[in-house]
Nanobody, 129 residues
Framework: EVQLVESGGGSVQAGGSLRLSCTAS????????ITWFRQAPGKEREGLAV???????AYADSVKGRFIISKAGAQPTFYLQMNSLKPEDSAMYYC???????????????????????WGQGTQVTVSS
């Protein structure tokens, strides 16, 4: 079973940056989707950034141009670089995996959270004004 562990959350002032990490263990599938979600209190879980096993990416309009999803290493580790942070970016951030999956990143962006089988425990991001 795939296990995901997020890290890198914290508190930052508006305009600052954070980099979140998601370490994936037992990701034995050749084809998969990794998505970063966030959920603020009282709001629905929102898909932000997707990377597929071909390294194609897709972003929600709310973070396009500010957030960058990437991966590195053989295990691998997935990253979410968050720049120009705003108070409305404050939320619990999760990485999730859909595996096996050959869905392209752009199509995966619209997939509901319920379709994801594997989730990390989340990491809190707080942006102060």
């Amino acid at each position: 079973e795939v296990q995901l562990v997020e890290s890198g959350g914290g508190s930052v002032q508006a305009g600052g940056s954070l980099r979140l990490s998601c370490t994936a263990s037992s990701l034995i599938y050749s084809y998969y989707i990794i998505t970063w979600f966030r959920q603020a209190p009282g709001k629905e879980r929102e898909g932000l950034a997707v990377i597929d096993s071909d390294d194609d990416t897709a972003y929600a309009d709310s973070v396009k141009g500010r957030f960058i999803i990437s991966k590195a290493g053989a295990q691998p580790t997935f990253y979410l670089q968050m720049n120009s942070l705003k108070p409305e970016d404050s939320a619990m951030y999760y990485c999730a995996a859909m595996a096996p999956s050959t869905l392209p990143a752009l199509r995966a962006l619209g997939v509901a959270p319920d379709e994801y089988r594997f989730w990390g425990q989340g990491t809190q991001v707080t942006v102060s004004s």
